[in-house]
């Protein structure tokens, strides 16, 4: 069977890594090249496939109908246009163009997922707006949406700092970008206006979890009215959806990684004075969060099954 070849650009990365993988294991898609600037001439080992890093500057972007571009935040944008230049595809999986370029969250926004290139959205956001969407046109106005999140040690990337050492993040347990002053509040207040959520705040607060993986985020939502079952609206709002699972009992880390799914669960908040919802939403922030919703974006681009190629 004849396989599309793709690339991926700033491929030695935790979700470099993880896209190469994907492509590894897809029944369409084969490597066409992998990029690693430091690691150029390093071979890596990706099932049964074994992928030696390129420099950047040597990557045939013209040879590859599309390319996964996993660089860092303030270096993608360029490569994304020297790709679009060489007539490839581009599926971006930095902040750079989140705001401008057509937003790839499918279960949100599939229908514009098309063009030549689509912004992947980061791996909190994910998360949140997941567990937002069905309350959109619930919301009580002015009032502010809480989320306590918290991720996984992946989520960081792989350059060595301190503060990610292993003794520093075992048995510990801490908040970050205190002051509502994350990287993914632009994005997600900006979908959350595309939704219709125009009169409402958001506050998150991230937090470091002393693991590899995942992501478990705590959204607190103010609505206008009490809902008899609300575990029935979100379940109807994703019906058929293949990578979201809306479950009674609260999800946990170890329901979701290693799998390109969303699983959320609401709750209705007692003893209060005002209707509101608890959503506990769970991802891999490397698949669900990064790669794997990439490649949900790139099967959409390039006319392949939705699913294709990927661990539900």
């Known amino acids: 069977m004849h396989k599309i070849p793709v690339g991926v650009l700033g491929a030695s990365g935790y979700v470099g890594r993880e896209l190469c993988a994907l492509v590894a294991g897809h029944p369409s898609l ?17 099932g049964h496939q074994a992928v030696t890093f390129i420099a950047a500057e040597d990557a045939p972007l013209d040879s590859t109908p599309l390319v996964f571009s996993a660089l860092p935040h303030g270096t993608s944008a360029e490569w994304v246009d020297r790709a679009r230049a060489a007539g490839a595809k581009v599926v971006d999986l930095s902040a750079d163009l989140r705001l401008t370029a057509p ?22 956001a994910t998360a949140i707006l997941l567990a937002i969407a069905p309350a959109i046109q619930r919301l009580r106005p002015g009032a502010a949406i809480s989320v306590a999140a918290a991720s996984g040690v992946t989520g960081a990337g792989n ?98 990684v290693h799998r390109n799914v969303a699983r959320l669960s609401v709750h209705e908040a007692a003893g209060l004075r005002q209707p509101t919802l608890i959503v506990i939403a769970a991802i891999d922030n490397l698949l669900k969060g990064a790669a794997g919703q990439a490649m949900q974006n790139a099967n959409l681009v390039l006319g392949l099954r939705e699913t294709l190629g990927l661990p539900a």
């Open 30 to 46: 084969a490597l066409g090249f992998a990029t690693a600037n430091d690691r150029r001439g390093e071979c890596l080992q990706v």
């Open 103 to 124: 937003y790839g969250l499918p279960e949100l926004l599939r229908s514009e997922i098309q063009g030549n290139v689509i912004a992947n959205p980061g791996c909190y």
């Open 159 to 256: 350059n060595p700092r301190r503060d990610l050492l292993f003794g520093e993040v075992t048995e510990n347990y801490s908040a970050y970008a205190v002051g509502n002053t994350h990287r993914h509040l632009a994005e997600v207040n900006a979908t959350v206006v595309r939704l219709g959520g125009e009169d409402v705040d958001l506050v998150f607060t991230p937090h470091l979890l002393p693991v590899a993986r995942g992501i478990l985020a705590t959204v607190t939502i103010p609505v206008v009215e009490h809902l008899d079952n609300p575990h029935k609206v979100w379940a109807d709002y994703y019906r058929g959806e293949p990578f979201i699972e809306v479950t009674a009992g609260a999800p946990s880390l170890r329901d979701v």
